[in-house]
């Protein structure tokens, strides 16, 4: 029955430490690669973004393919199961991966180049392989409403806290005079990474009664499955493009804040990176504690699309009058508030996006989690796409290479900090509210054909 829970609270812990794992080093690499390249090591501004574009193509055939290839019965699936064995395989090397991004073979600027389109082209190979079946594997572990909330209300806590410490701990030992100092934040990230991911084993492994259940409804299908005929009809289910599309500019904007803090702080503020740390905990405060309010939310108003777009009118509230302020002091509640949206917003992604999937499976009659999760994950890294393409065109307009300290160098810092980040987000948040359809009546009715559909 829908009121009942399967799994344990320790067991949705357990998984929750793959989305620990996930934003611990995700908030690090959108906080440091950036500004690492162009400000750390001297490369112009124009090749960062060039690099970081090239990098973005690559996730346009990387990250749906992955989730095609993976979404595929192996020799292995009967013993191991569907998506466990990719997290393990994936998850490794990728929380490896991200110390090479900040390890370049010299100082050349074609070196310098070439190194971070490698680095960060494997970095989201591994990435991919990885986030791609951890996600896949919420749907299809919990399936009920009540469980998916209950899921997501024990996880996001657990997700917030790798948010934190992966925006706590770089600047602890990161200093840019010293780009040896980086590479002793990837191994100490990688090796807190590994811990993540060894405590997300037991939540993240699929029970025998669930890879038997795939394996009597899939195997034979995905015979005649192409990845083309998969992404079209993903492209033609409207609610799941209206989803990718919010959620690529709630990507930008995150990414955006996150990577121009340390331009903030540097620069605007004129505080070293240490300050960064308390921005950290004033946001630690804001989604920390309201996570568990917004997932009672959810449970009172049974309403996913609702939650998610009161959170979203939240985050573009608290955004845009973050470029008003030049003070770190002052700065620290409007961050808690900011937090409180970012709360908000990302407690609802999973539940929303099992929706979405749910739909998939009544109009396909397949269960396809890692595809759509593949095109997700590549949508959303179109927010890095974005936000180095703003960055690099500001920072060359506003000559913030000639003069960082400029006024019109400080004033492009608050572009790409909080007013394009803001203005993404409203038009995000206005799709959102017109187009997306999938009510609590129509999400009843999709879990109930699921149902019927023994899927």
């Known amino acids: 029955m829908e009121s009942e829970l399967t799994h344990s609270k320790l067991n949705m812990a357990s998984y929750g430490f793959s989305k620990f794992l996930s934003e611990f080093i995700e908030m690090a690499f959108a906080t440091w690669a950036f500004a690492f390249y162009e400000s750390v090591l001297g490369l112009n501004p124009l090749w960062v973004g060039i690099g970081f574009a090239i990098f973005a193509i690559w996730n346009a055939v990387n990250d749906p393919l992955m989730g095609f290839l993976t979404n595929r019965p192996f020799k292995f699936t009967r013993k191991w199961g569907r998506r466990f ?16 991004i ?37 749907p299809d572990k919990f399936r009920s409403v009540k469980e998916r909330r209950t899921a997501t209300a024990i996880q996001t806590p657990i997700g917030i806290i790798g948010i934190a410490l992966g925006f706590i701990i770089p600047p602890l030992i990161v200093d840019d ?27 993240c492994r699929e029970d025998q009664v669930t890879i038997d259940k795939y ?98 009118i939240v985050l573009v509230a608290t955004t845009i009058p973050l470029m ?25 992604i999973a539940p929303v996006l099992a929706d979405v999937i749910d739909e998939s499976v009544v109009i396909s ?26 960055f690099s065109i500001i920072h060359i307009i506003t000559g913030f290479t000639t003069d960082p300290y400029s006024e019109l160098s400080l004033f492009g810092i608050d572009l790409h900090f909080a007013l394009i980040p803001g203005i993404i987000m409203l038009i995000g948040t206005i799709i959102f509210w017109r187009y997306y359809k999938l009510t609590p009546d129509r999400v009843k009715e999709h879990q109930e054909r699921v149902i019927e559909l023994k899927l």
């Open 85 to 100: 064995p990719w997290i393990i395989i994936g998850g490794v090397p990728y929380v490896l991966s991200y110390t090479l």
């Open 102 to 138: 900040f390890a370049p073979p010299g100082s050349e600027p074609l070196i310098l180049f070439l190194w971070l389109i490698f680095s960060t082209c494997l970095f989201d190979l591994f990435n991919s392989i990885f986030f791609i079946n951890y996600v896949s594997l919420y």
């Open 177 to 203: 005079a010293f780009p040896s100092t980086f590479i002793i934040q990837g191994i100490v990230m990688s090796i807190g990474g590994l811990i993540a991911l060894s405590l997300a084993i037991p939540g």
């Open 215 to 312: 394996l009597s409804t899939e195997e034979n299908r995905e015979k005649d499955t192409t990845f083309f005929k998969t992404l079209r009809g993903a492209m033609k289910q409207k609610n799941f493009v209206v989803f990718i599309i919010s959620y690529t500019f709630y990507r930008f904007l995150i990414i955006s804040i996150q990577g121009s803090i340390y331009y903030v702080v540097t620069f605007i503020m004129g505080e070293e990176e240490t300050i960064m740390t308390y921005l950290s905990a004033s946001f630690l405060i804001g989604a920390l504690f309201s996570s568990p309010l917004w997932a009672l939310l959810a449970h009172r108003t049974n309403n996913n699309k609702k939650v998610m777009l009161i959170s979203s």
């Open 324 to 348: 008003f302020i030049d003070n770190w002091v002052v700065i620290l509640l409007p961050i808690v508030l900011w937090g409180v949206g970012e709360g908000g917003y990302w407690t609802m």
């Open 365 to 390: 009659g397949k269960r396809q989690e890692g595809v759509y999760n593949g095109f997700l994950q590549f949508f959303g890294r179109l927010g890095i796409l974005m936000q180095a393409a703003s």
